[in-house]
């Protein structure tokens, strides 16, 4: 039996390498035995520090190949407002929708969408009834989502509790629009995939044009380890500051508790009891991070099936909680 001591001391002799290197082995091997029951699964990445422990796509498009990153999405909108608040273009998470961009606002908007703020947006606590779900269809069957997004009832004291909807993320898009000038295609193409090398490629617009927010991007897995590794590193890649780290300190902050999860949410992000920041789109994509372990994740599925929390996206996140933790030493 190998104790903690014995190891330290094998450790300073050189003598663990092989059985370093052994159980390294045998936790790849391991994780590959898994994924292949996973038939819904398409790729997996796990990068621990600079180093790629595991990296496979046994279905789907590959790891060049772009895949819809769903809901993940979101939690890119959210970064771009880090961004354009870091260039001074938004003055803060308070700035209210009214001031950052009347222009989307509609004249017979429900009364009190002006003073939903960035913070209410980028946390999905806007207040207003959600568009996903049950009203998904009927909502980009509109002839104007924002507007349509905008005059729906008041369910919640914006800033009160988390209403999962991919209008309030669209809202949240679209206001960066207005206030930096750029569409949302440019400024994920500038301001992340430039500056990380990937590419982002053209997306579902609304019928005015906009750039939907939080849903329909694609990206390569690749990419989305890049993004991964920037929201480990506090906004960080290969030594540039992508984004500040006062804003992903902020991102990363809980600050409502989703009640289908069960997970706490920050700005665009997810946080598990085990540590794990991540983006979490339809079908199982995920974006993850785990600081403290130095680790990160990437997981791309079939972006037509379910991935509920009792079901295969609980699967996931055994995964990321048992063998992929676990590969942190």
């Known amino acids: 039996m190998v104790t903690r001591r014995s190891f330290t001391a094998l450790l300073a002799g050189g003598l663990a390498v092989p059985f370093v290197h052994r159980a390294h082995a045998q936790?790849?091997?391991?994780?590959?035995?898994?994924?292949?029951?996973?038939?819904?699964?398409?790729?997996?990445?796990?990068?621990?520090?600079?180093?790629?422990?595991?990296?496979?796509?046994?279905?789907?498009?590959?790891?060049?190949?772009?895949?819809?990153?769903?809901?993940?999405?979101?939690?890119?909108?959210?970064?771009?407002?880090?961004?354009?608040?870091?260039?001074?273009?938004?003055?803060?998470?308070?700035?209210?929708?009214?001031?950052?961009?009347?222009?989307?606002?509609?004249?017979?908007?429900?009364?009190?969408?002006?003073?939903?703020?960035?913070?209410?947006?980028?946390?999905?606590q806007a207040g207003l009834e959600p568009t996903s779900g049950p009203n998904y269809g009927s909502w980009i069957s509109s002839s104007n989502w924002l507007a349509d997004a905008l005059r729906r009832p008041m369910v919640a004291a914006p800033g009160s509790r988390m209403l999962y909807s991919t209008g309030t993320t669209h809202i949240l898009g679209a206001a960066l629009v207005e206030a930096t000038g750029e569409s949302l295609l440019a400024q994920a193409r500038s301001r992340l995939g430039a500056v990380m090398d990937f590419e982002v490629s053209p997306w579902t617009r609304d019928p005015q044009g906009y750039y939907l927010g939080g849903n329909e991007m694609a990206l390569t897995p690749r990419a989305m380890l890049k993004l991964a590794v920037m929201l480990r590193d506090e906004g960080r890649y290969e030594g540039e500051q992508v984004v500040s780290a006062n804003w992903m300190t902020a991102s990363l902050a809980p600050r409502v508790r989703s009640p289908f999860s069960g997970m706490q949410y920050g700005y665009g992000w997810f946080l598990s009891d085990t540590g794990f920041a991540l983006a979490r789109g339809y079908g199982g994509q995920i974006i993850a991070a785990h600081p403290e372990r130095a680790l990160a994740v990437a997981i791309t599925s079939d972006p037509t099936l379910p991935a509920r929390s009792e079901g295969y996206f609980g699967e996931l996140m055994q995964l990321l909680d048992g063998p992929i933790l676990a590969m942190a030493g």
């Open 27 to 124: 936790a790849v091997d391991d994780l590959s035995s898994t994924i292949d029951g996973m038939t819904q699964l398409h790729s997996l990445q796990v990068q621990r520090g600079d180093e790629v422990l595991f990296a496979q796509a046994p279905r789907g498009a590959g790891l060049d190949g772009p895949a819809n990153i769903k809901s993940c999405a979101k939690s890119v909108v959210a970064l771009l407002l880090g961004v354009a608040i870091d260039r001074g273009e938004i003055t803060g998470v308070d700035a209210r929708l009214g001031d950052v961009a009347p222009g989307i606002i509609p004249s017979d908007a429900t009364l009190g969408a002006a003073d939903i703020t960035m913070a209410d947006l980028a946390s999905l």
